[in-house]
C-alpha cells in the first residue's frame, strides 16, 4: 500500500486516510451509506468503510478493467488497498487523490463534510444527451456492438457526502438529489459545455455518490430537502468542493 498522506480526522470519530491513489474513510461505528457503487451499493447498514479509487496506471497512463466486471473490478481495488470488499463500497476515477477537495459546514452540532474528486473536461454530459453505451449482463458496449475493455478517458466526479447526524432512508434518498443538483449548479456556473450535446454539462456518465448519516447520533433528520438547514449545508460543501475541484482539474497532468 502507498505510503500515507494525510489523515483528514471527522468531527464524529471517523478517520480518512488519504495517499496519491487512494481516499478511504473509515467509521467509527455503525453508519448508515446509500450509494451508487456496484461494490455494495444502494442502502447499507453493515459497512466499515467507503473509498475512492484511481484507476490509472502509472506505466501506460489508461485506466484498464482488473476483472471481468466492473463490480469485481471494484472489489479487487478494495483489497488492494486493505480494505474488506464484503464491508466496504466504493468509486473509481482517473483523478488521483492529490487533486481531492474538501468543503464543510457546521451548524447546530451537526457537521455535514463533501469529499470530492471531478473533472469533466472530456466527457461531460448533459442529462438527455445522446448515449454512447449499451449494458448487458454486466458488459458495457459501445455504440457499434464492441466491448468496452477500458474506462472512458478523463471525465467523473466522485462525491463523498459525511454527515455527523442520522438519517432516515428517504432523506438519505434526499441527500443524493440535494447533492446533484449543487453538483450541476456548480458544472453550470463554471460553464462547463457538455461534449455530446448542445448546451452546459450537468456531470458525466460516470459520476457516483456516496452518502453516510451516523446511526449513533441523537440527531436524526427525516427531511433534507434545500429548505432545510441540513439541505442548506449538502448543497453549500457539495458545490464548493465540486466547483474547486472543476478549476483543479483544468490543470490536470494526469
Not at 450509494?35 to 490509472?56: I, M, P, Q
Not at 457537521?111 to 469533466?120: D, H, K, N, P
Not at 444527451?129 to 456492438?145: H, L, Q, S, V
Not at 459545455?193 to 440527531?219: E, F, H, K, N
Amino acid at each position: 500500500m502507498e505510503k500515507l498522506q494525510e489523515l483528514i480526522r471527522l468531527p464524529n470519530g471517523d478517520v480518512a486516510e488519504r495517499s496519491v491513489s487512494d481516499l478511504i474513510v473509515r467509521f467509527a461505528g455503525m453508519r448508515r451509506v446509500l450509494g451508487t457503487s456496484r461494490l455494495n451499493g444502494g442502502y447499507r447498514e453493515d459497512l466499515n468503510a467507503v473509498f475512492n479509487h484511481c484507476d490509472k496506471q502509472p506505466e501506460t497512463g489508461r485506466c484498464i478493467m482488473r476483472a471481468a466486471t466492473y463490480r469485481e473490478h471494484l472489489a479487487l481495488a478494495a483489497g488492494s488497498i486493505g480494505v474488506d470488499p464484503l464491508h466496504a463500497s466504493g468509486l473509481s476515477t482517473a483523478l488521483d487523490m492529490r487533486y481531492l477537495q474538501m468543503a464543510q459546514r457546521s451548524r447546530r452540532g451537526v457537521s455535514v463534510t463533501a469529499l470530492v474528486t471531478g473533472g469533466i473536461l472530456h466527457n461531460g454530459r448533459r442529462a438527455g444527451d445522446p448515449a454512447t453505451m449499451w449494458e448487458e449482463r454486466e458488459k458495457f458496449y459501445i455504440a457499434k456492438g464492441d466491448l468496452v475493455e477500458t474506462f472512458p478517458e478523463s471525465g467523473t466526479i466522485n462525491i463523498i457526502l459525511h454527515l455527523t447526524a442520522d438519517m432516515t432512508e428517504n432523506a438519505m434518498v434526499t441527500a443524493v438529489m440535494v447533492a446533484t443538483e449543487a453538483k450541476a449548479a456548480a458544472i453550470q456556473e463554471e460553464r462547463m459545455v457538455s461534449c455530446y450535446g448542445d448546451g452546459l454539462a450537468t456531470g458525466s456518465g460516470t459520476d457516483g455518490i456516496l452518502i453516510i448519516a451516523d446511526a449513533s447520533s441523537p440527531v436524526r433528520f427525516t427531511q433534507v430537502g434545500t429548505d432545510t438547514v441540513a439541505g442548506e449545508c449538502i448543497g453549500q460543501v457539495v458545490k464548493e468542493a465540486v466547483r474547486n475541484s472543476l478549476r483543479e482539474s483544468i490543470n490536470w497532468k494526469g
